[in-house]
């Protein structure tokens, strides 16, 4: 289930509300599980039990660790040193690093098995052929929604707990929450144990979380199918056009409405869990801070997904020594985790290319390029960190390497293309060039900066500031809602005369 | 962050979004709840709601429920016919932009329909190569020869879609390239063939110059042509007779009166939810002093819009007029000059039923689409008769389905449930869009002429239906499912075959369509052989 789909808005969502309001606090958790699991199977059907599979076995290594001694808040590193002398804590500590081998171990299979395992059987199907086996890969299959958000959570408990920085859940019910939350399920954001554990033991919702939540939400779904929805349709037709015969102007449109369309759906939805975690008590960390606002490629990863570039930071480009080991391990280290974030995204590779690209950038602003930009006016910086992340997501889009390369070259060759074949008229409408703008603005901080002043100035609650924001939003919700409809609406129209 | 800063709000500010924001996503269930399913609102785009999925307890009818559950909310849950006719009202009367990509809102309002690759074939995207152009040619040659082996003589037009016509409402944003397919073909006849080509597109378009607010040559908000373009056109069908024995004048603007607005006959006013919002009035024409002519529905007829017409007391020739769904208007006319004039509404030549008939004369008076998504047989290819004998003697067999096992839904075309019968498979078709891929297989064509591949299909229909086979141009190409070929199906038990020759066609992901009929399909047969044509 999505949240832009009639099933979930005009059913599942106000039922839950409406269950949620009335049941005991006792029952909330219990109530919010049901519902989550419901959502999942909904849409994922039997899969859903390698997701109770993965929550029973996550739920197993952290008591596992929390009785071998972790989870007392003391950091591992920390225990390391004062316990030289005590050969059993030594063993102990041992065990605990077994153990969270083991888990993260887990946990990698899981995501490996049901990602990435038939592309890498295809990746190396024709070596293995070589050897002289008669070895044919199976056809791949789509993974199961959200698995890479949910096993990145279940890392992040596991080596949390170990490192002491969380306490092991001892309700099964609650730790699965914390992993099904329907909220962030499907697309995150990467929820830390850590940042949750509280609120999942105890939260209160007050009137104005509520209202806030409502309001996140709608402005969430309505850049998902405003925004988002529109480009998505605008970009695709002029992707479909064949790399030989669209003209430069046109593949630059293609590439700002590809990006307004991967902001705001991704954005959309990290928004929409936001509100709606806020609705139900939980207070969700920000996933983007305005990535396009950005003036280098270094300092878009601190604004994209952020719970994903920070989750790498934290479990893994630390861990491996960060920049504390020399100039070199840390761009290999830079390296390895913009290729892992890169494959994180999806199994082929053109992702691996996409992090192997972002990883180049970012290594060479380190180098020297981010000291020489810093030299030119913001607005240059700008145009550059732009081009440098629009031009990673044709790779992004694309469906090989060679696709990816056709849908690149005509970004820098004027005067190629068939502008008879393919006008720029044809392919941006009034609609389309009207949503982009719209997108273009919001992807500003234009709004928070409204919010700021309006706090500043003191505009009296209640006044025209009132008016203004839930006129803004009832408009959100009716465009929403008549797009949302719209998408259902398929009329036969001739297709057998 | 992308995060709001929270300012100071009253608590009837945060009222107001929660009261908005609940009453916003429980009122469609509400209404629901309450009125039912606005079932009409879903007819009016002309199909049918989706059903409700039953529930049951088997694995597979467990996993296909959240599927059904959502096909059937969404056409059911309330205030859904409000929601798109707002939607469609902003989109055409403010943005000016068709809510579905197969319309086009043109100049002044104009609406015109691009599927079938309407406006490819418009713009000369996608002209016919010189042996596609060939091969048209010798079919149509086949087929007067056929034609004139019953004694008749053979007329063959295609129709001009509307944006031909009336190609300055066409936005200019839409620049053409070249010439339109039926452009092409008629210029590569005339150049190279004597079979009897005629145009009516410059009498179409002299016509549009009467045109007044409630008379036009095509339907300003529909697909098809008036009265007025059906009569221009029938005057050009009728002289191009003039140099045979049946030869005979059209009757003049004189012979007809104006009868004012008879209604909106063709309009996507109401499919858009926007009827009584787009304004339909269109003036029909009626021969003054009544129609000589009269239509009569007959035993006989195979397919029920087929259409008949009979003047008993006279002794002029007889004829039929091969069409599509724009026949229905240019009939009458027609009929004003035949003692018996036969309706035959196909997309494909039916040479069993002219030979049935033996007509004076046929016109094959087809639109412009097929020309962009059809491969045409010659006559010989759509005798079943003669095609069972073929494929009873050939033994290359290139695909036997085993029906048990083989046989998916195409991922998207899914309104429809499969169940495995013994040695048989039954579909139960919920909706139009349900297709079964037929498994891979070598579509390679036989090197001699005249051998091509034939797939038999024994299948039971639930009442009289369209079987179409859909295939694609390249192994990696998408499904093109305009491309087809088509067999009628009739009520109960259908032994049928179905021509391959289109030597562009790859045998990966063939997709056939058993029917947009609801009702329970029962496939018990489906092979492909490589067959000769004697």
């Not at chain 1, 992702?351 to 810093?374: K, N, Q, S």
């Not at chain 1, 008879?420 to 603005?441: D, F, M, N």
């Not at chain 2, 579905?100 to 309002?109: E, H, P, S, V």
């Not at chain 2, 050009?236 to 009166?257: H, K, M, N, Q």
Request: charged share 20%; with cysteine; proline share 6%.
């Amino acid at each position: 289930m999505v949240f832009s789909q009639p099933t979930f808005l005009f059913l599942f969502l106000p039922i839950v509300l409406g269950l949620y309001a009335l049941a005991p606090r006792s029952a909330k958790n219990a109530l919010l599980l049901g519902a989550s699991l419901l959502f999942y199977s909904w849409g994922e059907e039997w899969l859903v039990l390698v997701m109770l599979a993965s929550i029973g076995v996550n739920y197993r290594f952290g008591r596992w660790l929390e009785r071998l001694g972790a989870a007392e808040g003391v950091a591992p590193s920390s225990r390391d040193r004062t316990s030289h002398a005590d050969k059993a804590e030594q063993a102990n500590l041992s065990r605990q690093r077994w153990v969270v081998a083991l888990a993260v171990a887990f946990n990698l299979a899981l995501l490996v098995a049901l990602k990435y395992a038939v592309w890498l059987l295809h990746v190396f199907a024709e070596p293995i052929r070589s050897l002289g086996f008669d070895f044919q890969p199976p056809d791949s299959m789509p993974p199961p929604i959200g698995i890479s958000f949910f096993t990145f959570q279940a890392i992040s408990y596991v080596v949390d707990v170990y490192r002491g920085q969380a306490q092991a859940q001892r309700r099964v019910l609650d730790f699965a929450l914390y992993i099904a939350l329907f909220p962030q399920l499907i697309a995150g954001p990467i929820v830390r144990y850590r940042d949750i554990a509280r609120q999942i033991q105890a939260r209160t919702t007050r009137f104005s979380d509520f209202a806030e939540g409502c309001r996140r939400f709608i402005f969430g779904l309505a850049k998902k199918v405003v925004i988002a929805d529109t480009m998505s349709a605008a970009a695709s037709k002029i992707f479909e056009i064949p790399g030989s015969e669209i003209t430069m102007p046109l593949a630059w449109v293609g590439l700002i409405f590809y990006g307004l369309h991967l902001y705001f759906d991704f954005s959309g939805y990290s928004d929409m869990a936001i509100g709606l975690g806020r609705m139900f008590g939980f207070r969700l960390l920000e996933n983007f801070n305005y990535p396009y606002i950005s003036s280098s490629v270094t300092e878009f990863w601190v604004r994209w997904h952020i719970s994903l570039s920070s989750w790498f930071r934290d479990y893994l480009y630390i861990p491996l020594g960060g920049n504390k080991k020399g100039a070199f391990r840390t761009y290999l280290n830079l390296m390895l985790v913009f290729v892992l974030c890169g494959l994180w995204h999806g199994a082929a590779g053109v992702f691996l290319v996409f992090g192997l690209y972002h990883g180049g950038f970012l290594i060479l602003e380190r180098v020297g390029l981010g000291r020489a930009l810093g030299r030119i006016p913001r607005p240059f910086r700008h145009v550059y960190a732009m081009v440098a992340v629009m031009l990673s997501f044709t790779v992004f889009r694309a469906t090989s390497l060679a696709d990816a390369a056709e849908r690149t070259m005509p970004l820098f060759l004027p005067g190629t293309g068939d502008s008879l074949r393919h006008p720029l008229a044809l392919y941006v409408e009034t609609k389309s060039l009207g949503i982009a703008a719209i997108g273009i603005l919001l992807s500003t901080p234009v709004y928070p900066l409204y919010l700021r002043w309006r706090g500043r100035a003191h505009v009296a609650a209640g006044g025209v500031g009132d008016l203004l924001e839930l006129t803004f939003l009832a408009a959100a919700v009716a465009a929403t809602w008549m797009l949302l409809s719209v998408n259902t609406f398929t009329p036969f129209l001739y297709f057998r005369f | 962050m992308d995060e709001f800063p929270e300012p100071r709000r009253t608590l009837l500010a945060h009222g107001a979004v929660i009261a908005g924001l609940l009453v916003a996503i429980s009122a469609p269930a509400a209404d629901l709840a309450i009125n039912g399913a606005d079932v009409d609102s879903v007819k009016r785009e002309r199909r049918s709601p989706a059903p409700f999925p039953s529930l049951g307890f088997s694995a597979s009818a467990l996993s296909a429920f959240p599927r059904g559950f959502d096909r059937w909310f969404q056409d059911a849950f309330g205030l859904r016919d409000v929601l798109i006719r707002m939607h469609n009202r902003i989109a055409v009367f403010s943005l000016g932009s068709s809510p579905i990509d197969t319309l086009l809102i043109g100049k002044d309002g104009w609406i015109f329909h691009l599927e079938q690759k309407a406006m490819e074939s418009f713009r000369g995207l996608e002209p016919f190569e010189d042996w596609e152009l060939e091969h048209w040619r010798r079919v149509l040659e086949l087929r007067r020869d056929f034609v004139e082996s019953l004694g008749a003589e053979y007329v063959v037009t295609h129709l001009p879609s509307k944006l031909e016509v009336y190609d300055h409402l066409v936005p200019e944003r839409f620049v053409r390239v070249g010439p339109s397919r039926r452009a092409q073909l008629l210029a590569h006849m005339r150049e190279h063939s004597n079979v009897r080509m005629v145009d009516v597109l410059p009498a179409l378009k002299a016509e549009v110059a009467f045109d007044r607010p409630d008379r036009h040559v095509y339907y300003p908000h529909g697909v098809h042509w008036t009265d007025s373009g059906a009569a221009a056109a029938y005057r050009v069908l009728i002289d191009s007779l003039d140099d045979t024995p049946l030869s005979t004048d059209p009757l003049g603007r004189e012979a007809f009166e104006t009868l004012s607005d008879v209604g909106h006959r063709d309009s996507w006013a109401g499919r858009l939810h926007l009827e009584g919002e787009i304004k339909d009035q269109e003036s029909g024409l009626r021969r003054i002093g009544g129609w000589r002519a009269e239509m009569k529905r007959e035993k006989h007829a195979r397919f029920r819009r087929d259409r008949h017409y009979l003047q008993p007391e006279s002794s002029l020739p007889t004829a039929v007029l091969l069409h599509d769904s724009m026949g229905p208007w240019i009939l009458p006319f027609m009929a004003e000059h035949f003692s018996r004039l036969e309706g035959v509404r196909r997309l494909y030549f039916p040479p069993e039923v002219l030979a049935e008939i033996k007509p004076d004369v046929v016109f094959d008076a087809i639109g412009e689409r097929p020309l962009a998504t059809r491969w045409p047989v010659g006559p010989t290819l759509a005798i079943q008769d003669r095609l069972e004998r073929a494929f009873e003697k050939a033994t290359d067999v290139r695909l036997l389905v085993d029906l048990n096992r083989e046989l998916h839904l195409e991922p998207g075309m899914e309104q429809a449930v499969l169940s495995r019968l013994d040695g048989a498979l039954e579909i139960a078709v919920e909706a139009g869009g349900n297709a079964v891929a037929l498994p891979p297989f070598d579509a390679t064509m036989p090197k001699s002429a005249g051998e091509f591949l034939l797939l038999k299909l024994d299948i039971e229909e639930p009442g009289e239906s369209q079987i179409d086979v859909n295939y694609r141009f390249a192994v990696d190409g998408p499904v093109d499912v305009l491309n087809s070929y088509t067999v009628e199906g009739q009520q109960g038990r259908n032994v049928v075959y179905i021509p391959l020759s289109n030597p562009r066609m790859v045998g990966t992901g063939v997709l056939l369509r058993v029917g947009r009929t609801r009702g329970r399909y029962v496939l018990r047969h489906v092979e492909i052989r490589a067959v000769t044509d004697e």
